[in-house]
Structures are given as structure tokens and as C-alpha cells.
């Protein structure tokens, strides 16, 4: 069955610090979806990114930046120039393409705290 | 657009009370979720549906039930409710494997938060 673990469970940095997030995944499927979303302390749920299992190009949008690696079985997320609105938990998830119906498996969160 | 809606936002039940949350979609999706999640954990999933008239357990779904009759809804019926049902609930919906517009991306409603006492 797939897994998504997120060894961290939260993360304090000072404004303008860089914070990388890890998260391992493991899965029998050879398609697979990694996701990451951000829940900041309203609540909701927020897409960031979406990557499929035969691409590993990373990807920088603004701030954020991500490194996928297959060999590793993972898919880190990293935030340069933290701010005080990053402040949220940050989720992995792992969908199969095999599996019925686009189901996710999400990992525990990391909680960010960036103080100013 | 409305996206998911999810009603009730906050509810209070006493133990082996039973109701329902309502969730409601409106970008056609065809594929549905509840999920649940409870205080500093991540997401598990309760129900899912692939269309109407078909629904399928996740992760956790005892104590709960679903139904889907049509494309637009997917209700959570708790039964009788036990104080290790306290979570926020997160209904989410998502477009068909196969179609152009399906991006895999789940699309969540805003939560109930339901506490048992």
C-alpha cells in the first residue's frame, strides 16, 4: 500500500531563512502523482503543486521550489526568503494512477512557524 | 463558481446522536471524498465515490456511511456518534482519470469541525 511520511513535524525558522521540508513516499504503482498543500491557520486547504512520476525536473515558482527524486522516492519542498504568512502546515500526498478514483494519501504535516 | 461547499461548519453532538454533513460541488466532477482530520495528524480518508450510484470505503470508514445519488452530492452520515469521531471534516472532489480537464488535483470544501461530547 502507499505511504507518505513527513519525518518533521514542525520547523521554526526566523523571517527570511530558507526551510526545506522532506517527504518520503513509497508505492508499488510506477505512475504516481506526488502533491503538496498548504493549510495556514484558517484552515483550508491550499493546491501548490502537482508532479507526475516521469518527470523530475524540479520547479521554482516564486519562492517555492521543489526537488523530486525517484531514486530516493523523494519529493522535498523548499521556501527561500521564509516569510510570516508562510506560517501553515504543509502536507505531501501520493496518488496512484492505478487506483481508483484519484484517492490521495497524505502524510502527517510539517508545521512551519516563521517568526518575524 | 462555488467550488465544494460543506455544510455544516461547526456542529456539537452528544454521544449516539447521528447526522449528516452536506457537501455539494458544482464543476462537475465526478470523483468525490471525505476525508478526515483529526487534531496535528494529516488527512485520512473516510468514503470516496467515482460517480453516482457508486461509492467505496477508504481508510476509516467505520461509523460512517455515504450515498451518492447524484454528480452534485455527497453526504456523510454519522450514525451514532462516539467521542473518537471529534474531527474537522473535509469533503473534496476531483475530475475524471482520462478527461482533458483532470489535472489529478483534489479540490476541498472548507471543513466541518464536529465535536462529540
Known amino acids: 500500500a502507499q505511504k507518505v511520511t513527513q519525518a518533521q513535524t514542525e520547523i521554526s525558522v526566523v523571517e527570511k531563512e530558507d526551510v526545506t521540508l522532506d517527504c518520503v513516499y513509497e508505492t508499488r504503482d510506477t505512475t504516481y502523482y506526488l502533491f503538496w498543500y498548504k493549510q495556514p491557520p484558517s484552515g483550508e486547504l491550499v493546491f501548490l503543486i502537482r508532479r507526475n512520476s516521469f518527470d523530475e525536473q524540479n520547479e521554482i515558482s516564486g519562492r517555492y521550489s521543489w526537488n523530486f527524486q525517484k531514486s530516493t522516492s523523494s519529493f522535498n519542498f523548499t521556501i527561500t526568503a521564509s516569510q510570516v504568512v508562510d506560517s501553515a502546515v504543509y502536507f505531501c500526498a501520493l496518488s496512484e494512477a492505478r487506483a481508483a478514483g484519484n484517492k490521495l494519501t497524505f502524510g502527517g504535516g510539517t508545521r512551519v512557524l516563521v517568526k518575524p | 463558481n462555488a467550488g465544494v461547499t460543506q455544510t455544516p461548519k461547526f456542529r456539537i453532538l452528544k454521544i449516539g446522536q447521528s447526522m449528516t454533513l452536506q457537501c455539494t460541488q458544482d464543476m462537475n466532477h465526478n470523483y468525490m471524498y471525505w476525508y478526515r482530520q483529526d487534531p496535528g495528524m494529516g488527512l485520512k480518508l473516510i468514503y470516496y465515490s467515482v460517480g453516482a450510484g457508486i461509492t467505496d470505503k477508504g481508510e476509516v470508514p467505520n461509523g460512517y456511511n455515504v450515498s451518492r445519488s447524484t454528480t452534485e452530492d455527497f453526504p456523510l452520515r454519522l450514525e451514532l456518534a462516539a467521542p473518537s469521531q471529534t474531527s474537522v471534516y473535509f469533503c473534496?472532489?476531483?475530475?475524471?482519470?482520462?478527461?482533458?480537464?483532470?489535472?489529478?488535483?483534489?479540490?476541498f470544501g472548507e471543513g466541518s469541525r464536529l465535536t462529540v461530547l
Open positions: 473534496a472532489s476531483s475530475s475524471r482519470q482520462g478527461s482533458p480537464t483532470n489535472t489529478g488535483e483534489l479540490f
